[in-house]
Antibody, heavy 118, light 109 residues
Framework: EVQLVQSGAEVKKPGESLKISCEAFGYSFSSHWIGWVRQMPGKGLEWVGVLHPGDSATRYSPSFQGQVTISGDTSINTAYLLWRSLKASDTAIYYC???????????WGQGTLVSVSS | QSVLTQPPSASGTPGQKVTISCSGSSSNIGSNTVHWYQQLPGTAPKLLIYDNNQRPSGVPDRFSGSKSGTSASLAISGLQSDDEAVYYCAAWDDSLNGLFGGGTQLTVL
């Protein structure tokens, strides 16, 4: 069974760094794009970016380019979303999702709640 | 404001057919396929329709998708109470990033 298991909720202060994870099970991690989607409180879905773990290719939304980094470790079938300096406006649920094509998210993780507050 | 435009809300009574629209441009819907996601309250989104009109296994045939030019539609027939959810359209943009619509809250009256 294809499954994505995300790391737990985080509470951080502005300016701190954070890396959240998404571990993949049941498929060839290196062979499929994997992406991240943001959902701010009470709001809709926003496409953050995608990674192809096999060659580390990435694509970012212009809104998130330079704000976050998407990476992966094929030895442990895990994708990451990294912030170097969090802002209060980063408070949201972040979902990882496996893509059957670069745009089709057919399996989703359970979401990671990131709360940033002073 | 999302590049893909959806109505914020839609409603229908049990058994009815409801249609949700998604409007884009030549750089996204006009030149790429459209996908639809369903998000039930408090849960992760789920892929409902991909490549304009394809259903993943397990999705009932009450759900159907179509695309014409720079617009797409999701139709739900035989509306049921557990169809109450937020529905999002999505597409790739030729500027090399993905897009979601703003979402449509479906209420079953």
């Amino acid at each position: 069974e294809v499954q994505l298991v995300q790391s737990g909720a985080e509470v951080k202060k502005p300016g701190e760094s954070l890396k959240i994870s998404c571990e993949a099970f049941g498929y060839s991690f290196s062979s499929h794009w994997i992406g991240w989607v943001r959902q701010m409180p009470g709001k809709g879905l926003e496409w953050v970016g995608v990674l192809h773990p096999g060659d580390s290719a990435t694509r970012y939304s212009p809104s998130f380019q330079g704000q976050v980094t998407i990476s992966g470790d094929t030895s442990i079938n895990t994708a990451y979303l990294l912030w170097r300096s969090l802002k209060a406006s980063d408070t949201a649920i972040y979902y990882c999702a496996r893509a059957s094509t670069i745009t089709t998210f057919n399996t989703w993780g359970q979401g990671t709640l990131v709360s940033v507050s002073s | 404001q999302s590049v893909l435009t959806q109505p914020p809300s839609a409603s229908g009574t049990p058994g009815q057919k409801v249609t949700i629209s998604c409007s884009g441009s030549s750089s996204n819907i006009g030149s790429n396929t459209v996908h639809w996601y369903q998000q039930l309250p408090g849960t992760a989104p789920k892929l409902l329709i991909y490549d304009n009109n394809q259903r993943p296994s397990g999705v009932p045939d009450r759900f159907s998708g179509s695309k014409s030019g720079t617009s797409a539609s999701l139709a739900i027939s035989g509306l049921q109470s557990d169809d109450e959810a937020v529905y999002y359209c999505a597409a790739w943009d030729d500027s090399l990033n993905g897009l979601f619509g703003g979402g449509t809250q479906l209420t079953v009256l």
